[in-house]
């Protein structure tokens, strides 16, 4: 069956570390893939979109990129701040006939002033 | 603009009680999403409505679920019967997409969404 992995522990930085979360997946192809931010008590928000056949998409301080052959998505925040500190979802679509997406589990992050 | 909006925020009911929570979802949106998230858990897909098109309910973990939604708008999840492992937060999402799009339009707008707590 479709799986997504995200690391479960939390990630603990230092304010204006690089942040680096991955997302590695099985049995599934994909054509994009989704990263979402959840606050607590919050419903997700939607932060970037990379495609199957783009290596890499960046969007202010966010970078995302994805590698097919190895299944895996990485989410990196450069200059953390405080405020980045929040779960993060990577959600799969487009590997079926509909446009539901699955989500993995997400992983905390927090960072340190 | 307007966001998605779920009703009620939060739901306490007890065992067995049948309950039935609201989504409007942003207006023009074809789509519409249910999915339940336990505490320090994921989101699990449940329902998804497109257009006319016949709804996904693959995700519906019982009979007990079930779901509507009227045209493009309002949705409606009802659980019947309610159990303790019911209690999760249900959260509703559109988006503009279409059948086999995957530009931007597939971006989902979730709600805030409703606490369930079956006790």
């Known amino acids: 069956s479709q799986k997504i992995e995200q690391n479960s522990e939390a990630l603990n930085i230092q304010e204006g570390k690089t942040a680096t979360l991955t997302c590695n997946y099985t049995?599934?192809?994909?054509?994009?893939l989704q990263w979402y931010r959840q606050d607590p008590g919050r419903g997700p928000v939607f932060l970037l979109l990379?495609?199957?056949?783009?290596k890499e998409k960046r969007k202010e301080r966010l970078k995302v990129t994805f590698d097919t052959t190895l299944k895996q998505s990485l989410f990196h925040i450069t200059a953390s701040q405080p405020a980045d500190s929040a779960t993060y979802l990577c959600?799969?679509?487009?590997?079926?006939?509909?446009?539901?997406?699955?989500f993995g589990t997400g992983t905390l992050l927090a960072v340190q002033p | 603009g307007a966001g998605v909006s779920q009703s009620p925020s939060n739901k306490v009911t007890e065992k067995g009680k049948d309950v039935e929570l609201r989504c409007d979802p942003i207006?023009?949106?074809?789509?519409l999403y249910w999915y339940r998230q336990r505490l320090g858990q994921g989101l699990e897909f449940l329902i998804y409505f497109q257009g006319n098109s016949a709804p996904d309910k693959s995700g519906l973990p019982s009979d007990r679920f079930s779901a509507e939604r009227t045209g493009e708008s309002v949705s409606t999840l009802t659980i019947q019967r309610t159990q303790q492992e019911d209690s999760a937060v249900y959260l509703c999402a559109s988006s503009l997409a279409l059948l086999g799009g995957s530009g931007p339009r597939d971006t989902q707008y979730f709600g805030p969404g409703t606490r369930l707590t079956v006790l």
């Open positions: 049995n599934y192809s994909p054509a994009y």
């Open positions: 959600a799969l679509g487009g590997g079926g006939a509909t446009n539901k997406l699955i």
């Open positions: 990379i495609r199957e056949n783009e």
């Open positions: 207006s023009g949106h074809t789509a």
